[in-house]
């Protein structure tokens, strides 16, 4: 079973388009969504372990050019 979890996204000012177009294109993103509020950018993510999904939020998603801060949920069925 997958592991999913929601990336919230903070980013420079203006460049929230190009973060949700740059982070698609990451193998284990199912989606990327520019919102309004305290986070610029929500991603929702699915990877095969937790370890994984840590590597991915920390050496694919952080390394994308304008992003400033990440806050990591992971999905629990409850």
Same mark, same amino acid.
Request: aromatic share 0%.
């Given at each position: 079973m997958a592991i999913a979890a929601y990336v919230l996204i903070q980013t420079e000012v203006?460049? &929230? &388009?190009?973060v949700a177009q740059s982070v698609c294109? *990451?193998?284990g993103v199912v989606s990327a !969504? !520019?919102?309004?509020?305290?986070y610029d950018? *929500?991603?929702r993510t699915e990877a095969d372990s937790l370890d !994984?999904?840590?590597?991915?939020v920390v050496s %694919? *998603? %952080? &390394?994308v050019e304008?992003?400033?801060r990440t806050f990591t949920c992971p999905v629990v069925n409850l």
């Open positions: 203006g460049k &929230a &388009a190009h294109k *990451i193998t !969504d !520019d919102v309004t509020g305290p950018v *929500i991603v !994984d999904l840590g590597k991915m %694919q *998603i %952080q &390394a304008g992003i400033t």
